[in-house]
């Protein structure tokens, strides 16, 4: 699966953006979906899933700010970031997993000043 972010920039703490991973497969044919984050000098670490089933899961720093779904439209999976902190600027990655194989898109920076 090839996959391209997108949507990344920066913001004010508070601020909010969207970022969006668009797949070269159906974004509901793929088993997970997830973003990953890797802020400098830090382990990647995820911060959020979707599966096939539209069943969810958040990292628990970004649970009530962040949201992760799937667009039809633009067969996208989109993760809408409210309230950012400074704290979760980094390099974002989505990733996706099917039986057998998984890939990662490019990252796209979000800087988070205070």
């Known amino acids: 699966v090839q996959l391209q972010a997108s949507g990344g920039g920066s913001v004010q703490a508070g601020g909010s953006l969207t970022l969006s991973c668009a797949a070269s497969?159906?974004?509901?044919?793929?088993?997970?979906m997830e973003w990953h984050r890797q802020a400098p000098g830090k382990q990647r670490e995820l911060v959020a899933r979707i599966g096939i089933g539209g069943d969810t899961n958040y990292r628990e720093s970004v649970k009530g700010r962040f949201t992760i779904a799937r667009d039809a439209a633009k067969n996208t999976v989109d993760l809408q970031m409210n309230n950012l902190k400074p704290e979760d600027t980094g390099v974002y990655y989505c990733?996706?997993?099917?039986?057998?194989?998984?890939?990662w898109g490019q990252g796209t920076q979000v800087t988070v000043s205070s």
């Open positions: 497969r159906s974004v509901f044919n793929i088993n997970v």
């Open positions: 990733h996706s997993i099917l039986t057998g194989r998984d890939d």
